[in-house]
């Protein structure tokens, strides 16, 4: 997903840092085109798949509820 993609989600910036844990709009600012992977995982469970992580190959994310932690 890209960040604007994510934003628009949510309706405006501050809406979807509220939504995020531990979030700021700093943190936000620095995303670039897209979040950082673990946002993405993030982002992606609280939309219900509607919003999609990059397929990259990435460390398992810890917030997707398939994910198997050790």
Request: hydrophobic share 25%; glycine share 6%.
């Amino acid at each position: 997903m890209k960040t604007l993609d994510a934003i628009n989600h949510f309706g405006t910036a501050s809406k979807m840092v509220s939504a995020l844990e531990r979030c700021t709009h700093q943190a936000v600012s620095q995303w670039g085109e897209y979040p950082p992977y673990g946002r993405q995982c993030e982002i992606e469970l609280l939309t219900a798949g509607t919003l999609k992580r990059e397929p990259k190959k990435q460390p398992p994310c810890h917030h997707h509820p398939e994910t198997k932690v050790s």
